[in-house]
């Protein structure tokens, strides 16, 4: 297997022995040929796959009309980008912020909330992940205790378990301004937090005048077979945060948010230079109009059935999550699995759970490809990873 060289960059992540240098539809090739069907999507980015014609000729052609301007001036087409993210998005959310990743969305939709409310405390879920920035991190699990980095808390953080309503309703009161829940937990080992808390998430932040924060950084643009989770388990979300398949590929981030808090926002309460670039935004429009154009909810949805349906065998016990963001649990460690499937050039995904293979895939999988997993699985019956 081929195997990078590191001689310069900052070896803080563990790599897998495969070195892609190109990608068509949902494969990877490395230099020597070798050909990866990709099930992992580079965490969940990869939404259209690898070199899809459309979002390469709307790159291009942004790249050469006009590849750069700030939010210093008004661009035709980060309003068109914002047009389309708010009319795919759950209703009631009108506005969009654009930024660069996932941490920088949920800490600007963290440092709304404090604000719009004058209050101190975010309530979060027990296993959640937000992201590395600071406040992020602050209601991320566990951070705080391992790799936070920062001296202290931004501002008062309580977590509850992911699946105890009575305890998130005692834990919203009057000094909360935010309850930030990932509808699916990703990293977790995709949880899927379900439609019975997040109902009682919503009634509690109503009681309390706290805003809902739904992070569907990892679960939003289409991966669960819906738009956003908001639809798929029917909550309503006060901000919403996305980002990875928003730009299938091109580093982006979006808080969304409604008129009413939108409205209330003093001219440089929120700023960033790259974020709503017009590359973007190209991408942004793109990928929702392919989306759209190419069916790809339905198509999920119908992937999705049959990778419950073909895959629990071999190594795997259960299958838990909701559309592309699924965890196959594993009888022996998730590791072992993921390096199993890689010596058969598939590409999968581990999770904070040692026994969840996480799958990804790009939104276009189609049948055969979850054929090759569901055979590539049966083999493992017989190998060292039993
Ligand atoms: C649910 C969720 N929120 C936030 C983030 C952070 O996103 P980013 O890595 O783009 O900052 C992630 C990344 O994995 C995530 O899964």
């Given at each position: 297997?081929?195997?990078?060289?590191?001689?310069?960059?900052?070896?803080?992540?563990?790599?897998?022995?495969?070195?892609?240098v190109?990608?068509?539809?949902?494969?990877?090739?490395?230099?020597?040929?070798?050909?990866?069907?990709?099930?992992?999507?580079?965490?969940?980015?990869?939404?259209?796959?690898?070199?899809?014609?459309r979002?390469?000729?709307a790159?291009?052609?942004?790249t050469?009309?006009?590849?750069?301007?700030?939010?210093?001036?008004?661009?035709?087409?980060r309003?068109?980008?914002?047009?389309?993210?708010?009319?795919?998005?759950?209703?009631?959310?009108?506005?969009?912020?654009?930024?660069?990743?996932?941490?920088?969305?949920?800490?600007?939709?963290?440092?709304?909330?404090?604000?719009?409310?004058?209050?101190?405390?975010?309530?979060?879920?027990?296993?959640?992940?937000?992201?590395?920035?600071?406040?992020?991190?602050a209601?991320?699990?566990?951070?705080?205790?391992?790799?936070?980095?920062?001296p202290?808390?931004?501002?008062?953080?309580?977590?509850?378990?992911?699946?105890?309503a009575?305890?998130?309703?005692?834990?919203i009161?009057?000094?909360?301004?935010?309850?930030?829940?990932?509808?699916?937990?990703?990293?977790?080992?995709?949880?899927?937090?379900?439609?019975?808390?997040?109902?009682a998430?919503?009634?509690?932040?109503?009681?309390h005048?706290?805003?809902?924060?739904?992070?569907?950084v990892?679960?939003?643009?289409?991966r669960l077979?819906?738009?956003?989770?908001?639809?798929?388990?029917?909550?309503?979300?006060?901000?919403?945060?996305?980002?990875?398949?928003?730009?299938?590929?091109?580093?982006?981030?979006?808080?969304?948010?409604?008129d009413?808090?939108?409205?209330?926002?003093k001219?440089?309460?929120?700023?960033?230079?790259?974020?709503?670039?017009?590359?973007?935004?190209?991408?942004?429009?793109?990928v929702?109009?392919?989306?759209?154009?190419?069916?790809l909810l339905?198509?999920?949805?119908a992937?999705?059935?049959?990778?419950?349906?073909?895959?629990?065998?071999?190594?795997v016990?259960?299958?838990?999550?909701?559309?592309?963001?699924?965890?196959?649990?594993?009888?022996?460690?998730?590791?072992?699995?993921?390096?199993?499937?890689?010596?058969?050039?598939?590409?999968?995904?581990t999770?904070?759970?040692p026994h969840?293979?996480?799958?990804?895939?790009?939104?276009?999988?189609?049948?055969?490809h979850v054929?090759c997993?569901?055979?590539?699985?049966?083999?493992?019956?017989?190998?060292?990873?039993?």
């Open positions: 297997m081929t195997q990078p060289k590191l001689a310069h960059l900052d070896e803080v992540y563990p790599m897998l022995p495969f070195a892609p190109s990608g068509a539809g949902v494969y990877l090739f490395d230099g020597a040929g070798r050909r990866v069907l990709d099930l992992y999507g580079g965490h969940a980015v990869a939404a259209l796959g690898y070199g899809h014609p979002l390469t000729a790159l291009v052609e942004q050469q009309r006009l590849c750069f301007q700030s939010n210093a001036v008004p661009l035709a087409i309003e068109e980008a914002a047009r389309a993210l708010v009319a795919f998005a759950p209703a009631g959310l009108d506005r969009a912020f654009f930024v660069n990743s996932g941490a920088e969305a949920n800490e600007n939709a963290l440092r709304l909330a404090l604000r719009v409310t004058g209050r101190r405390k975010v309530v979060a879920l027990e296993h959640s992940f937000h992201g590395r920035t600071a406040a992020a991190a209601v991320t699990w566990g951070a705080a205790g391992s790799w936070y980095g920062f202290r808390l931004p501002f008062d953080v309580e977590f509850v378990p992911r699946d105890d009575a305890r998130l309703r005692g834990a009161d009057r000094d909360t301004a935010a309850l930030i829940i990932e509808p699916v937990q990703g990293v977790a080992g995709a949880f899927e937090v379900g439609r019975a808390l997040l109902t998430a919503r009634e509690a932040c109503d009681t005048g706290a805003l809902l924060i739904l992070d569907e990892q679960t939003g643009m289409g077979g819906a738009a956003f989770g908001a639809e798929l388990y029917e909550v309503r979300p006060d901000l919403l945060t996305t980002a990875k398949a928003l730009g299938g590929g091109f580093p982006c981030g979006a808080l969304l948010l409604p009413a808090i939108a409205r209330a926002l001219p440089g309460a929120l700023g960033t230079t790259f974020g709503g670039g017009p590359l973007a935004c190209a991408a942004i429009k793109t929702i109009e392919v989306i759209r154009d190419e069916n339905a198509n999920v949805r992937s999705a059935a049959l990778i419950r349906r073909e895959c629990l065998r071999g190594p016990v259960s299958i838990q999550g909701a559309g592309f963001l699924l965890g196959l649990r594993t009888r022996p460690r998730a590791a072992l699995v993921r390096d199993a499937l890689l010596a058969k050039n598939i590409l999968t995904g999770s904070a759970d969840v293979l996480r799958l990804l895939p790009p939104l276009v999988l189609e049948a055969q054929e997993l569901a055979e590539a699985l049966e083999d493992c019956v017989d190998e060292a990873v039993q």
